[in-house]
């Protein structure tokens, strides 16, 4: 199984379980009774929980976007467009889910299932990657992969260390994220209208030889003085 069709197992399994409080929910709770208690200083837990604010990741995402329009090469803008839309449609994505599982959170209220801070991270740290990694360097890619999980792993940690979350509020942003940018990375494989290549580009290359006339002209026979 590819990893879009597990994110979308698991975030119809964890909505399912949250409509119905079923037992997944019960455990979920426990789980994230038992984090908070293996909670770091309240400094960086909520350092790393501020990482999907609105304020820190539209920024972050446009600097990627900007760089990625910058790179040589041209014909940029159509994956910019593909990345920002999936962000912009994780929007109404996790407020529909918000409101019709209405689930409470750990200090109370509700409309907590997804996590949209979880979600923001995850779909703008991904996508920032995805855009940038093409100009990178092996070594580098796996480096910004590696800080890439790790912050989106801490954000994650971060939102149930300061009690804003459950963990599967978190799991199902996360889902949600990863089947938005499989489906901006699949788009974005293919050229947006009107990013064609110009005309020069589409020249076959001259082999040297002369072209093969498919219709030479007939010569004319002279007529002979006894014709």
């Not at 790790?150 to 994220?177: E, F, K, M, Q, T």
């Not at 788009?187 to 030889?209: E, F, N, V």
Request: charged residues 15%.
């Amino acid at each position: 199984m590819s990893a879009c069709g597990l994110c979308a197992l698991l975030l119809l399994l964890g909505t399912w379980q949250v409509l119905v409080e079923g037992a997944l929910v019960r455990r979920d709770e426990e789980l994230g009774a038992a984090v908070r208690r293996m909670a770091p200083p309240e400094m960086p837990a909520e350092a790393l929980s501020d990482l999907g604010n609105l304020e820190v990741a539209l920024p972050l995402l446009a600097v990627a976007m900007t760089l990625s329009l910058l790179r040589p090469g041209g014909r940029r803008w159509w994956p910019v467009a593909c990345y920002g839309a999936a962000v912009v449609l994780m929007v109404p994505l996790v407020l529909g889910l918000k409101v019709w599982t209405d689930r409470a959170g750990p200090s109370g209220g509700a409309g907590f299932y997804p996590s949209g801070h979880a979600a923001t991270t995850a779909a703008v740290l991904g996508g920032a990657l995805l855009l940038l990694s093409g100009g990178l360097s092996r070594i580098a890619r796996r480096a910004a992969r590696a800080l890439v999980v790790i912050l989106v792993v801490g954000n994650g940690l971060g939102l149930v260390w300061r009690g804003y979350h459950w963990p599967l509020d978190v799991l199902a942003g996360w889902c949600l994220s990863v089947l938005l940018l499989c489906a901006a990375f699949a788009a974005a494989r293919h050229r947006g209208p009107g990013d064609r290549l110009p005309r020069t580009d589409r020249i076959r290359p001259h082999d040297g030889r002369m072209p093969a006339d498919p219709d030479p002209p007939r010569t004319r026979r002279t007529p002979s003085a006894g014709s």
